[in-house]
């Protein structure tokens, strides 16, 4: 009798749904695009929230933010959420061994103190090299406090990153230790062609590939994968990659692999305040307000997740290592599943790949993540590939990536916990299936320490339309994405879209009444 199928997610961190190796831009992909012609790919998914903490726990839980807790970055998600709600911890209950590798980010890595928890700053201190878990559900866990390397420090951090030993955790005391004292923090902070920096948090870094997070993470995923092949139990494994996050550092070869003068760059990329609500103008309305990264303007101040917008020459130099890193894990990737090929595991496991949320990469004059929801960032892509997929299939109806945790219960056979927002994707995987899907939701209640104003977002994605909501002011976004796929047009005031918009506040509306009541504080900013 064939044991229940193993289950892989791999997951990276900023990638934008176009870029996925599957069109419409030039990001090389070959892998994934492999395991897509082999699966199915969905190419209307959507991120609960726009930002990585409150995204990631919907994915484990199910849930959307305002229920699960994690409504932006900087607040922890309760280990007793996980724990009634998390799939790993239901997966083990069911007999699986659950293990988790790379970044986490469920809890705040920069904290106001410390927390307790291994993924603070702090904290993390206090876990030392024989600590593996148990966190929020996994049994097994190899992770980083924090995946991105940065040249600024925020008053609140104890060191630059990645964080020295004592501080950080398995990738970190595996990265230090490359090389001879502080080697490899040199190399990656060393420019590879001689040329220093390109853009904003942009250069083609000397870090050796070997002494990469996208290797280690790919290494102890397939050193993970040996040990459960031994093993008479079915696993579930997430395997959690930190690119292509900014800074756009991309070693060697894979930032020679797209010349900067060649690649897509968004149709519109000019700064269009006009017609977009008022939080829009407020922050990106006066340039003092942006913020400046501190790599290229020492003098200014960082703000959360917003660079000064790039020229043209600079945004494809950006552009060129964000292609380049997302090819740099697809390699990861095709080295996982060649090693589930090798170890017999293929026929029997599910395999998922996905990302937190998107990237702006320019799309209207705007970089990296923020409230402005367009699909750049909101969007992801989505492949799953599984034994009773119909290949090469593509669903192009609203999902969501918190709906994989209903799914992996589906496959695995277990009854989902009770309240879920998550609904199982297997169906969908065949054409043939009358199952529709009308909608995915987005949220997030962004407080002033982010971006110095509050506010109570709720987003609704049909097919063709897109719907934002600010609840505290009643102002808000609708594009038509038939009509208008650039999303240059704000219908949200246009009286002859006042029918499709009352239907998506309904939907919206519809949301299940399990909303916190209070939500958690927040315990750092990211």
Not at 188 to 199: E, N
Not at 408 to 431: C, N, Q, T, V, W
Request: hydrophobic fraction near 35%; glycine fraction near 8%.
């Amino acid at each position: 009798m064939q044991r229940k199928p193993n289950i892989v997610l791999i997951t990276s961190d900023q990638q934008r749904w176009d870029c996925f190796g599957l069109g419409p831009r030039s990001v090389r992909m070959p892998h994934l695009a492999r395991l897509a012609a082999r699966g199915v790919s969905f190419d209307c998914a959507i991120t609960p929230n726009a930002v990585c903490q409150p995204a990631r726990a919907s994915i484990l839980t199910g849930l959307l933010p305002l229920t699960h807790g994690v409504a932006d970055n900087g607040i922890d998600l309760d280990p007793a959420v996980a724990e009634r709600h998390g799939f790993a911890s239901h997966l083990q209950r069911a007999g699986y061994h659950c293990a988790l590798i790379g970044k986490a980010h469920f809890s705040s890595k920069a904290t106001f103190a410390p927390t307790g928890r291994p993924e603070c700053q702090y904290s993390s201190v206090d876990f030392g090299p024989d600590w593996n878990g148990p966190y929020m559900g996994f049994e097994h866990v190899e992770l980083m406090v924090v995946g991105h390397f940065s040249r600024v420090v925020p008053p609140n951090h104890i060191s630059e990153m990645p964080f020295h030993p004592p501080h950080g955790l398995h990738f970190e005391r595996w990265f230090h230790g490359r090389g001879a004292e502080g080697e490899a923090r040199a190399l990656w902070m060393s420019s590879s062609d001689g040329q220093g920096m390109l853009a904003a948090q942009t250069w083609n870094s000397g870090l050796p590939p070997a002494w990469h997070s996208t290797t280690w993470v790919t290494d102890r995923s397939i050193a993970c994968l040996r040990e459960r092949a031994q093993a008479n139990k079915p696993f579930c494994l997430w395997v959690s990659y930190p690119d292509p996050h900014h800074p756009f550092d991309c070693p060697e070869p894979w930032n020679r692999m797209y010349a900067p003068e060649e690649v897509d760059l968004p149709e519109h990329r000019t700064l269009d305040l006009g017609g977009r609500p008022w939080w829009h103008r407020k922050l990106y309305g006066q340039k003092e307000q942006i913020g400046f990264d501190q790599y290229t303007n020492p003098k200014g101040t960082q703000k959360v997740a917003r660079i000064d917008r790039p020229s043209e020459a600079e945004l494809r130099h950006i552009t060129a290592n964000y292609y380049g890193m997302i090819s740099f894990l697809d390699d990861g990737l095709g080295r996982i599943v060649s090693a589930l090929q090798d170890l017999g595991l293929a026929d029997n496991t599910v395999i998922a790949y996905t990302t937190d949320h998107g990237e702006l990469l320019g799309d209207h004059g705007l970089m990296l993540k923020g409230p402005t929801l367009y699909e750049g960032l909101v969007r992801i892509g989505m492949v799953l590939v599984a034994p009773d997929a119909r290949a090469g299939h593509v669903v192009d109806q609203p999902v969501s990536s918190l709906d994989l945790a209903a799914t992996f219960y589906d496959f695995a056979g277990i009854e989902a916990p009770a309240g879920m927002h998550s609904r199982s994707l297997r169906k969908l995987l065949d054409p043939g299936s009358r199952e529709t899907r009308d909608f995915a939701l987005n949220e997030w209640r962004a407080g002033s320490r982010r971006y110095g104003i509050t506010l109570d977002l709720r987003m609704v994605r049909t097919d063709r339309y897109k719907a934002i909501f600010e609840l505290g002011s009643g102002a808000g976004e609708l594009y038509d994405q038939q009509e208008d796929p650039h999303e240059l047009v704000n219908r949200f005031d246009d009286p002859s879209y006042r029918t499709v918009l009352g239907e998506l506040r309904q939907m919206m509306n519809s949301r299940p009444a399990d909303m916190l009541d209070e939500l958690p504080q927040p315990s750092g900013l990211t």
